[in-house]
T-cell receptor
Framework: RKEVEQDPGPFNVPEGATVAFNCTYSNSASQSFFWYRQDCRKEPKLLMS???SGNEDGRFTAQLNRASQYISLLIRDSKLSDSATYLC?????????FGAGTTVTVRA | NAGVTQTPKFQVLKTGQSMTLQCAQD?????MYWYRQDPGMGLRLIYYSASEGTTDKGEVPNGYNVSRLNKREFSLRLESAAPSQTSVYFCASSRSDLTGELFFGEGSRLTVL
């Protein structure tokens, strides 16, 4: 079983829509959680950390559900520029495990 | 702001050839990493260096060697390239290995024929 699993998508949404997707992790002892964004043929970049109480950064909301071992990312009012692959990252004993990514395509 | 710089960006090798991927960071970070990214798979850690003078194996170290030349530079060497090493390689750095915030280079696309 993979340590971090994501629905690869793609999620095709119109501009202005809300899109949400999850990531599941297998190790219940995982300590830290992150979302990275990767544009096509570019390097990953940190989008946001995920805190136990959930957190927002503008149009992006991240949630952590330890009981069910998943984290989620919600994007409100989608922009064309949000089109990217979103990587879920889980840290356990300072070892980072990356999901394969969820691709989001926002259409005009 | 250079950040993390990798060279070369593209390389084609024949099976059995050797090459070195170079990586340098100018952020005074302590920790550096080499990952590979393959379609349908998450980034996989090849080797990392928690601090200058130390290196450790990651998830997929076979067929690779690394050198932490100084605090800025961390190179990855393929001694005898194999087609299975065709991939996109990313170098990354972080302030320490206790943080999940990695800064990545632009990637090196390697094809082994």
């Amino acid at each position: 079983r993979k340590e971090v699993e994501q629905d690869p998508g793609p999620f095709n949404v119109p501009e202005g829509a809300t899109v949400a997707f999850n990531c599941t992790y297998s190790n219940s002892a995982s300590q830290s959680f992150f979302w990275y964004r990767q544009d096509c043929r570019k390097e990953p970049k940190l989008l946001m950390s995920v805190y136990s109480s959930g957190n927002e950064d503008g149009r992006f909301t991240a949630q952590l559900n330890r009981a069910s071992q998943y984290i989620s990312l919600l994007i409100r009012d989608s922009k064309l520029s949000d089109s990217a692959t979103y990587l879920c990252v889980v840290s356990n004993d300072y070892k980072l495990s990356f999901g394969a990514g969820t691709t989001v395509t926002v259409r005009a | 702001n250079a950040g993390v710089t990798q060279t070369p960006k593209f390389q084609v090798l024949k099976t059995g050839q050797s090459m070195t991927l170079q990586c340098a960071q100018d952020m005074n970070h302590n920790s550096m990493y080499w990952y590979r990214q393959d379609p349908g798979m998450g980034l996989r850690l090849i080797y990392y260096s928690a601090s200058e003078g130390t290196t450790d194996k990651g998830e997929v170290p076979n067929g690779y060697n690394v050198s932490r030349l100084n605090k800025r530079e961390f190179s990855l060497r393929l001694e005898s390239a194999a087609p299975s090493q065709t991939s996109v390689y990313f170098c990354a750095s972080s302030r320490s290995d206790l943080t999940g915030e990695l800064f990545f280079g632009e990637g090196s696309r390697l094809t082994v024929l």
